[in-house]
């Protein structure tokens, strides 16, 4: 598979980056302990965005690892995990906003800090978010690759720390034309007490429909998902 | 948090608004703060799926995810505050008879409906129709704000393993939850017209709103 860009998104960064149908992005933890949080869109319909309600009771999953797929609120799939060497990725933490990382960091600007100043997910999602001309509205529900969230059975949220080692990486598949936004930022509920984001890497590929072929047949859902994203190019 | 079951001191014949909302119809309301919304399930486990905007600045609405961490709880019960995308207290449950209420399971949508159960449902009707056209006729919102739902009387546990699933309800009739509103707040609600799911027994049935001073 061809690589066709290799980019490190530090800790703290946001990116964004159209995944074109066929084609894989690869993200990396490349210290453990990352977390991203993402947003996806479709890229030539940006009303069309990642729902991870439906993501979720369409696959009777919370958690994402590889099979799973990401699906846009038309019942189409923005993506396939078809890769997850970490085997758990959070749906249910969201991003920081300003005063929960003031709150839990302390203050942190710019003034004292230059480029290490404390950065939030929210901001960050929504700064790179405005350059495709979304905005608060788009902000939904968001995932947290590399983080897990344990639910007891009365209800009560446990992070779990160490669920993403040095190495790891999940991959996603595009079957369509996916814009992917995205910041390197610790998961809200990270009870770690310093503001300490960690690099990962990116790695886009030109791909094939046949890795994400376990996935499409995954449940009848997916089947089903895939027919709707393929109807989208007719 | 565990839930409590929680009663209300609220009489109903001093409501200031009392309607029956069918099953499978839309409703959007103005709640001003320190009013409080009653919604009764009035058959049991039916699923009354609502959304919450700031009256001030629509674009400001409820947000799951900022409401879950913040209670460090999965479920919606009483004492749950209803956090908004910009990080302000929207309402707060003040009763609840039922004791869980659902954030993940979301909506249904016609697009939905074709992955979940196959493709020619495309046209049974739907909750995002629902939000939609009630969205459309009001003008002040419109698909862009709608983002994920309280599914108010569903259980939708997760489990250890990390699966979502669709247990019986644990609502019944006459059931009800109430909610104080800490800010004037749209409420968009979908009375859930979803034929194909068990959770309510298929048979989707009407609501009772009620708001007091």
């Known amino acids: 598979m061809t690589l066709l860009l290799e980019e490190t998104v530090p800790g703290g960064g946001h990116t964004s980056l159209i995944v074109k149908r066929g084609q894989s992005l690869r993200i990396t933890d490349l210290r453990g302990g990352a977390n991203v949080s993402a947003m996806m869109v479709n890229a030539s319909e940006k009303s069309e965005r990642l729902n991870l309600p439906d993501s979720l009771k369409c696959q009777h999953t919370a958690k994402l690892t590889a099979g799973h797929c990401l699906y846009s609120d038309m019942g189409r799939v923005l993506a396939a995990i078809v890769a997850d060497t970490c085997g758990w990725h959070d749906s249910i933490g969201g991003v920081s906003n300003a005063e929960e990382v003031f709150d839990r960091y302390g203050a942190g600007r710019y003034q004292e800090l230059r480029n290490a100043f404390h950065r939030n997910g929210t901001d960050n999602l929504l700064v790179e978010m405005s350059k495709w001309g979304l905005g608060v509205p788009d902000l939904l529900m968001t995932l947290n690759f590399f983080s897990r969230v344990d639910v007891t059975a009365d209800g009560a949220l446990a992070f779990s720390p160490g669920n993403s080692k040095a190495g790891d990486y999940i991959e996603l598949y595009a079957p369509m034309n996916t814009l992917v936004v995205l910041t390197a930022i610790q998961h809200p509920l990270d009870p770690h007490p310093e503001y300490s984001p960690k690099p990962v890497k990116l790695e886009l590929r030109e791909s094939h429909p046949e890795v994400a072929e376990f996935c499409r047949t995954a449940c009848e859902e997916n089947v089903r998902g895939f027919i709707n994203t393929e109807r989208f190019f007719l | ?213």
């Open chain 2, 1 to 213: 948090m565990t839930s409590t079951l929680t009663v209300s001191d609220k009489h109903p014949e001093r409501a200031i608004y009392r309607e029956t909302l069918a099953a499978g119809e839309p409703w959007l309301h103005e709640v001003k703060a320190g009013q409080t919304l009653r919604i009764v399930d009035l058959e049991g486990n039916q699923a009354v799926d609502t959304l919450f905007y700031s009256l001030l600045n629509p674009r400001e609405r409820f947000d799951p995810q900022r409401t879950l961490r913040r209670q460090q709880s999965l479920y919606l019960t009483s004492g749950s505050v209803l956090y908004s995308n910009l990080g302000n207290p929207m309402l707060t449950i003040v009763a609840d008879t039922c004791g869980r209420h659902d954030t993940l399971g979301g909506a249904c949508a016609q697009e939905s409906n074709t992955v979940r159960y196959a493709l020619d449902k495309r046209y049974m009707h739907s909750c995002r129709d629902n939000f939609l056209r009630a969205c459309a006729h009001d003008g002040r919102l419109a698909k862009r704000d709608i983002g994920a739902n309280v599914n108010f009387f569903m259980n939708v546990p997760v489990t250890a393993e990390g699966g979502l699933t669709f247990e019986d309800g644990i609502s019944a009739p006459g059931k009800y939850v109430e909610l104080r509103a800490e800010m004037d707040v749209i409420v968009l609600i979908s009375n859930c017209p979803q034929l194909n799911n068990p959770c309510n027994a298929y048979n989707p049935t009407p609501a009772e709103l009620m708001i007091w001073n």
